[in-house]
């Protein structure tokens, strides 16, 4: 069954106009969901950086303002479950592209390549879902975000 959730162009135009969460709304298991029409090339891409069969991300409480997280990737192993990747941090901060509130990811600066530039940014849909936004924090790249959405498992 295919999701109704919004394309990405429908995000990216509402974006400047989506709340930050509280960073206790990422705490837990979010599941990661595509958004057309990136939903049959993300996947691929993404395995191409490090993390083939993405499902989403994991946060925990790190101190009274910041999170710590891991991305969640699906195991091939017999029996499943999840494997983790690519340490993160999480913090409330201001939109790269437009200086509004957002949950703001970051990873390492020595993360392999090209991690330590991504910088996602979380807020929340008009139907209480996360969205995310992800950019790579490098000249000429930083406007230009690709959507997803988290959902709790």
């Known amino acids: 069954m295919r999701s109704k959730a919004p394309g990405a162009y429908r995000l990216i135009r509402t974006w400047s106009g989506l709340p930050a969460p509280e960073l206790d709304d990422l705490v837990g298991v979010l599941r990661a969901e595509f958004v057309a029409p990136l939903r049959h090339v993300a996947p691929a ?19 009274p303002a910041e999170l710590t997280g891991v991305n969640l990737i699906r195991s091939t192993h017999v029996g499943g479950g999840f494997e983790e990747r690519l340490a993160m941090r999480a913090v409330l901060g201001r939109g790269l592209a437009d200086g509004r509130p957002a949950v703001v990811i ?16 979380v ?25 997803f959405l988290l959902r709790g498992d």
Do not use: Q
Request: hydrophobic letters at 40%.
């Open 45 to 63: 891409g993404l395995g191409l950086v490090g993390l083939p069969r993405w499902h989403g991300k994991r946060f925990a409480w790190a101190g």
């Open 106 to 121: 970051t990873y390492a600066a020595d993360a392999p390549r090209p991690w330590r530039w991504v910088r996602d940014e």
């Open 123 to 147: 807020r929340v849909g008009g139907d209480g879902t996360l969205v995310g936004m992800s950019y790579v924090d490098r000249p000429l790249l930083r406007r230009g975000g690709l959507p």
